[in-house]
């Protein structure tokens, strides 16, 4: 079983920053890719940003520029760095890893955390 820890949600005035970070803990061999996904009230869940192992990374476009994914293997974390943040970017977010959990059959599962809350004030 693995274990998504998140951190770092609360409220932040439009224009300011806020760090987001998630720790992966439990049964791994290895971490694919991790990332974060936002949910706000009364919508779906979308993409926020994504990093592979070797650090290739992706964003959803309305946090492209503002952004910033990065991850720490030999910790297991990934972090969310939010600059410019604006009351659209209001919601849960939510850490995912995607995980490798055999070294024999190679079979890969995907976990989530609880979430943690952003609320940005205009």
């Known amino acids: 079983q693995v274990q998504l820890e998140e951190s770092g949600g609360g409220l932040v005035q439009a224009g300011g920053s806020l760090r987001l970070s998630c720790a992966a803990s439990?049964?791994?061999?290895?971490?694919?890719?991790m990332g974060w996904y936002r949910q706000a009230p009364g919508k779906q869940r979308e993409l926020v940003a994504t990093?592979?192992?070797?650090?290739?990374?992706d964003y959803g476009d309305s946090v492209k520029g503002r952004f910033t994914i990065s991850r720490d293997n030999a910790k297991n974390t990934v972090s969310l760095l939010m600059n410019n943040v604006q009351p659209e970017d209001t919601g849960a977010y939510f850490c995912?890893?995607?995980?490798?959990?055999?070294?024999?059959?190679?079979?890969?599962?995907?976990?989530w955390g609880q979430g943690t809350q952003v609320i940005v004030s205009s």
């Open positions: 995912y890893a995607m995980v490798t959990v055999s070294r024999v059959s190679y079979r890969e599962l995907l976990y």
């Open positions: 439990g049964s791994m061999v290895s971490i694919n890719s």
């Open positions: 990093i592979a192992s070797g650090m290739r990374t």
